[in-house]
């Protein structure tokens, strides 16, 4: 849909009542990571911008040269034949002034349905209405909703076999432990406006599979079986006091039985969006699981 600069004055005995209703678009997009944050587009084409850069949709000319790119002041209505060649939009509406036409607003963009909002008949002499751009949050909750949070991977020491009475080190995998965010738009009549959805990790809580939990204020610490262990330490830990025996077994073998255990990392979210607009968000959660054989350990009398 290409985007006018012209701006239309009109007088009218009626106008059709247009709809207010934002929709939010957009497909996922790609992720990158810089080490710290991580940045995944919604694939929302953006607004063209206006000098010798690309302003969301703008571009720039090849040679060295620049694209200047004039934007409308949205709700920008034209006629209708001149945004669709050859079709006036059909008859009026029942009960409409004539004369008069359909007008159509470039600002309204996204499918057909998005598009439909955008069209309006107005009677010959009218000003054309104005509407207000979505709220920001609109777009916020839009992109929080596209936000793909990754499954924890949980890792155990000692991991294949704990003991009674004997700390359990806990954590998950601590590259994935950074800020995740993604950008989507909200459109109606009166244009588009886009906000940025951020997920931080904030804690891991740990069931157990014993009727205890673990609340952890990050990832956990990697026990290294290279070191001493008086050179560790770890504040994410948890002592089993009975073992496993009577749990579900994996395999199915009786002899295998083993704590299920849950790590749920919770996420807090909020948005940001244009003018210093923000906001917070119902926080997220993700969950990965795993089990832990536990024995007791027998002593030996010589």
Known sequence: MKATAAVVVLTALWISNP????????????????????SCGSGVSGTTGTGSG?????ATAGGGGAITVSVPTC?????????????DGGPPPAGATQPGAWYF???????????????????????APTVPPPDPAVAGAQAASELQLPTPTLTLS?????????????????????????TAQACNAGGCISATARATPSYVTWDTGD???VTCNGPGTPYDPALPVADQTTTCTHTYTTTSAGQPS???????AAFPITATITWTIAWAGPNGSAGAL???TTRGVTSLKVAQIESVNN
């Open 105 to 127: 607003n470039t600002c309204a963009t996204g499918g057909g349905a998005s598009q439909a909002t955008g069209v309006v008949w107005l009677a010959t002499g009218q000003a």
């Open 158 to 182: 000692p991991s294949t076999t704990g003991y009674v009475n004997l700390a359990e080190w806990l954590w998950v995998t601590s590259s994935m432990w950074h800020p995740l965010s993604t």
């Open 282 to 284: 119902p926080s997220l």
């Open 54 to 58: 690309a302003g969301g949709g703008g």
């Open 75 to 87: 709700p920008n209505y034209v006629p209708y034949s001149s945004e669709f060649p050859g079709q």
């Open 19 to 38: 709809t207010t209703d934002a929709f939010a678009g957009g497909t996922t997009g790609t992720c990158t990571d810089n080490g710290s944050t991580v």
């Open 211 to 213: 009727g205890s939990t």
């Open 250 to 256: 994996p395999d199915g073998n009786p002899n295998d």
